[in-house]
């Protein structure tokens, strides 16, 4: 089993280890990137990766309601997913 990502109508799919080191790896991106109004958006992605189970996936659409959220998030996700590309 592993972890998901959806926005729309796209996946990506990882494996367990892939997974839990992106939403770690998006956390701290985050965090270093948030300005003082988004760290409730960084608060809530920690939250998820100190819940993190094998299996979980994150919904943008659904996991960030708000549209400054959604952006904020897509823009973290985004960052990993580039570095993970350029990994393989």
Not at 13 to 29: A, K, L, Y
Not at 61 to 83: A, H, S, V, W, Y
């Amino acid at each position: 089993m592993g972890g998901f990502i959806y926005f729309k109508d796209h996946q990506v799919i990882f494996n367990n280890r892939q997974f839990s080191g992106t939403i770690t790896f998006v956390s701290e991106v985050a965090r270093r990137m948030a300005t003082e109004s988004e760290m409730s958006y960084v608060k809530r992605m920690e939250d998820n990766v100190e819940n993190y189970w094998p299996g979980m996936c994150f919904d943008i659409e659904t996991d960030f309601p708000e549209i400054e959220e959604k952006n904020f998030g897509l823009e973290c996700f985004m960052r990993q997913l580039e570095k993970f590309s350029k990994e393989k």
